[in-house]
């Protein structure tokens, strides 16, 4: 399992480490949290500092991914890039629910075509998308 952490203590937050629990792909090691103390625990989670901590949380930790899990889509960008600014390596996971569903349409047709599954494809439209976002988010910041 891959260590993680998370950004953001919030119920927005409660519910992301609720999903990435449910994939099992992900532990996650802490929080990083710009309003919170370092050291109170949120959620059975102790924050482990703030952005500014994380170069050092993550060698501390041996952690370099995570995820940014603040409601608000602006402001969900905005801490995505001042953590690339921060800490050029970092990587950011996706999380999707193990039982979600995508609605028929379009896209299901064109891939049946291909013998692929519509949320197979789905979710690694999403992942390439995440991956493209990091890179071009990178290059802006150098």
Same mark, same amino acid.
């Given at each position: 399992?891959?260590?993680?952490?998370?950004? #953001?203590?919030?119920?927005?937050?409660?519910?992301?480490?609720?999903?990435? #629990?449910? +994939?099992?792909? &992900?532990?996650?090691?802490?929080?990083?949290?710009?309003?919170?103390?370092? #050291?109170?625990?949120? &959620?059975?989670?102790?924050?482990?500092?703030?952005?500014?901590?994380?170069?050092?949380?993550?060698?501390?930790?041996?952690?370099?991914?995570?995820?940014?899990a603040? #409601?608000?889509?602006?402001?969900?960008?905005?801490?995505?890039?001042?953590?690339?600014?921060?800490?050029?390596? &970092? +990587?950011?996971?996706?999380?999707?629910?193990?039982?979600?569903?995508?609605?028929?349409?379009?896209?299901? +047709?064109r891939?049946?075509?291909?013998?692929?599954?519509?949320?197979?494809?789905?979710? +690694?439209?999403?992942?390439?998308?995440?991956?493209?976002?990091?890179?071009?988010?990178?290059?802006?910041?150098?």
């Open positions: 399992m891959q260590s993680i952490v998370v950004t #953001g203590a919030s119920e927005h937050a409660k519910v992301v480490m609720d999903v990435t #629990g449910k +994939q099992g792909q &992900f532990a996650i090691a802490g929080l990083v949290d710009t309003y919170k103390v370092h #050291g109170h625990t949120c &959620f059975g989670y102790s924050v482990l500092g703030d952005e500014l901590d994380l170069p050092a949380i993550m060698s501390n930790h041996r952690i370099g991914v995570g995820i940014v603040i #409601g608000d889509n602006w402001t969900r960008a905005k801490e995505v890039n001042k953590i690339l600014w921060i800490a050029p390596d &970092f +990587q950011f996971i996706t999380a999707a629910h193990p039982s979600a569903t995508l609605a028929r349409g379009r896209l299901r +047709q891939n049946r075509d291909h013998g692929r599954g519509h949320d197979e494809q789905r979710l +690694q439209t999403c992942s390439k998308k995440t991956a493209d976002s990091n890179a071009k988010a990178r290059s802006t910041l150098a």
